[in-house]
């Protein structure tokens, strides 16, 4: 009869963990704060892009660039408010580009800094939305 006695508390007790563990688990992901969206898929993303015609221009040293960008809107309403702005965001690149040096727009490093100003420079003139992210999409200097 102890043996009895013995396995029937240990049964209540892994049954009564067990519980326990299940309701933890539960109740953290009920009140746990929710984490970003995931990544959009291809077609998400490509109803938010925006790209640029191919830019030439000087650089401030005197050499000469060729650059494209897409354009990431974070909504529909974005994107075709930077559509209609597209004559704005091409002179803020110009004059971004035209302030540059080759040394400043080489490797990784220039061209995420390029991206970001123009992401924060394009973000100020915006009303409706707002840019994700800037894509270089080709460049050539020379």
């Known amino acids: 009869m ?14 009564a963990i067990g519980l326990i563990g299940a309701a933890g688990y539960f109740g953290f992901q009920y009140f746990s704060p929710k984490t970003e969206a995931s990544e959009p898929t291809a077609e998400e993303l490509d ?12 650089l401030a040293d005197q050499s000469y660039i060729k ?13 075709t408010e930077l559509e209609k702005r597209l004559f704005q965001v091409n002179n803020l690149i110009i004059y971004e580009i035209s302030n540059k040096k080759t040394n400043e ?22 009303k409706d939305g707002k840019v994700v992210r ?6 050539i200097v020379q």
């Open 2 to 15: 102890g043996k009895n006695k013995a396995v029937t508390i240990m049964l209540s007790m892994i049954v």
């Open 47 to 58: 109803k938010l892009m925006v790209e640029t015609e191919e830019i030439t221009t000087n």
């Open 67 to 79: 650059i494209k960008f897409k354009i990431q809107a974070d909504s529909k309403d974005a994107k």
């Open 105 to 126: 727009l080489s490797g990784q490093k220039g061209l995420v800094s390029l991206e970001n100003t123009l992401k924060t420079e394009i973000n100020k003139v915006m």
């Open 134 to 139: 800037v894509y270089t999409t080709h460049k």
